[in-house]
């Protein structure tokens, strides 16, 4: 049953709707939050999506911290405190078990739409929260595609990162910044996985720069120098 998220006890953002899912377990190895793991989706309703979330029947059962309408209600399906299960396989600044070193929020969007304001508005304030409880710096708030390159897109092209940064919810680099660096280095350095150099680099496009396309360009190696310098991961 959905009912306030204040009740004693449990770890979570007020005001929303507590919505519990089955879905969830102990964070591993003593392990506490230090990563935002943004979603889509992908499916037409939110209330759809909030179905699927807790649901226990599925063959591969997922779920996700936090749900969020495109008119800007907030459900919170998963205490704060555990791990849900929403990022899967992938790494972040060389280290696996995201899921355990994550708080995720899934965004209700079918995709590729822009996200609407009631949505974004009600992000940045849950956001907000959830950084300063568990003293998160804006790096530390990523997206599924950034750490699992070439396997997710979410929470996509039309998701506006720069809003984010402009309020210290996220980064976006200086468009004053003019020193190039080693591309692959640097995209290690934010955190990108190391593995497969062009999956990294689509990954950091699809974030930053959606438009790009071709070979590594000035411009990417610009940029990306410019966030490894300010905002390496693991510097919270």
């Known amino acids: 049953?959905?009912?306030?998220?204040?009740?004693?006890?449990?770890?979570?953002?007020?005001?929303?709707?507590?919505h519990p899912s089955p879905n969830h377990g102990d964070r591993r190895d003593g392990l506490r939050p230090g990563l935002v793991v943004l979603h889509h989706t992908a499916m037409q309703s939110a209330e759809a999506a909030?179905?699927?979330?807790?649901?226990?029947?599925?063959?591969?059962?997922?779920?996700?911290?936090?749900l969020i309408a495109e008119d800007g209600r907030l459900w919170q399906l998963v205490d704060e405190r555990a791990r849900a299960w929403h990022a899967g396989a992938g790494s972040w600044g060389g280290r696996g078990d995201v899921n355990s070193r994550s708080i995720g929020i899934e965004l209700a969007n079918p995709a590729p739409n822009p996200y609407a304001e009631p949505q974004m508005a009600r992000l940045e304030a849950l956001l907000r929260g959830i950084l300063a409880r568990w003293r998160i710096p804006p790096e530390g708030v990523i997206a599924h595609s950034?750490?699992?390159?070439?396997?997710?897109?979410d929470p996509g092209p039309k998701f506006d990162w720069r809003r984010?940064?402009?309020q210290g919810l996220s980064v976006w680099p200086d468009a004053q910044a003019a020193a190039e660096g080693d591309l692959a280095e640097d995209l290690?350095?934010?955190?990108?996985?190391?593995?497969?150099?062009?999956?990294?680099?689509?990954?950091?496009?699809?974030?930053?720069?959606?438009?790009?396309?071709g070979g590594e360009s000035a411009a990417d190696r610009i940029a990306a120098r410019d966030i490894a310098?300010?905002?390496?991961?693991g510097r919270g």
Do not use: N
């Open 50 to 66: 909030l179905e699927r979330l807790c649901d226990a029947t599925f063959e591969a059962p997922v779920s996700a911290h936090y």
């Open 188 to 213: 290690a350095r934010i955190g990108y996985p190391s593995d497969d150099m062009a999956l990294a680099l689509q990954a950091f496009r699809l974030r930053f720069r959606p438009w790009a396309r």
């Open 164 to 166: 984010l940064a402009r």
């Open 1 to 18: 049953m959905s009912g306030a998220a204040g009740a004693p006890g449990r770890i979570g953002a007020p005001g929303a709707l507590w």
């Open 146 to 153: 950034d750490m699992a390159p070439g396997r997710k897109t």
């Open 229 to 233: 310098a300010r905002f390496a991961a």
